[in-house]
């Protein structure tokens, strides 16, 4: 007699990412300490606070790129630290530089960070990333030879690409316009919708109800 079905419950992995007492000193300057925050999937971020406070140190520290002074950062429940190559699957970074490979043009680039990522595949989607992000028709043209604007554009394609669940931005909306300030906003709030975490820095106002501030005037270490 056939056996019948039985369905099975899986569990789904809800990330979470752990900040411990964390500290960060510049030079001879402690910018900030005691700081514990805990991100849920599904949290979209804003660090905010004066320049010069450690709004790009702290997202440098969550990324993996830089030490604290004191505390942990934890990917579920681990130290990063501890699972590099686990936690640098689930990430995407965003810095202040572009990452992008001068010497390649649009597509190449796109298409070599489909190859090292964790990220969407074939070249169906990199048609339709270029046209998104406006470079449709300058594919084929070496990033060195783009504008600064164009170039953030190569950069800022790859978060159509992503399937990593944790995405950390510094500044993603320098040099961009308002029209596109709201088409990354709407992207970031899908993200977080689809139990992904975004945390970014701005200097502009972020369009979006779903937003949570964090200001780090509140750990500033005090003189």
């Known amino acids: ?8 419950k899986q569990s789904v992995m809800v990330n979470q990412l752990i900040l411990e007492n964390l500290a960060c000193q510049r030079g001879d300057k402690v910018l900030f300490q005691h700081l514990n925050l805990q991100i849920q999937a599904g949290d ?13 140190s702290l997202l440098r520290i969550v990324a993996g790129l830089a030490v604290p002074l004191e505390g ?8 990063i630290f501890k699972q590099r190559e686990v936690f640098n699957y689930d990430l995407l970074y965003l810095g202040h530089q572009s990452g992008i490979k001068p010497e390649l ?29 406006g ?15 164009q170039q953030k554009r190569i950069a800022l394609a790859r978060l159509w690409l992503s399937e990593a669940p944790l995405w950390i931005l510094d500044e993603p909306f320098n040099a961009i316009d308002k029209k596109g300030v709201a088409v990354l906003t709407a992207l970031f709030e899908q993200h977080a919708q689809r139990g ?12 979006s109800a779903q937003l949570k501030k964090i200001n780090l005037e509140q750990f500033k270490c005090a003189e």
């Open 105 to 133: 043009n649009a597509w190449e680039n796109l298409r070599f960070y489909q190859q090292i990522s964790h990220c969407r595949q074939g070249d169906e989607i990199l048609w339709n990333v270029l046209q998104t992000v």
């Open 44 to 56: 979209f971020v804003q660090i905010e606070g004066h320049n010069g406070i450690g709004k790009t």
């Open 1 to 8: 007699m056939p056996r019948k079905n039985k369905s099975v």
């Open 72 to 79: 942990k950062v934890r990917w579920n429940s681990e130290e």
């Open 196 to 207: 992904g975490i975004v945390i970014l820095t701005s200097h502009q106002e972020v369009p």
């Open 135 to 149: 470079l449709l028709g300058r594919e084929d043209i070496p990033a060195a030879q783009l504008s600064a604007g």
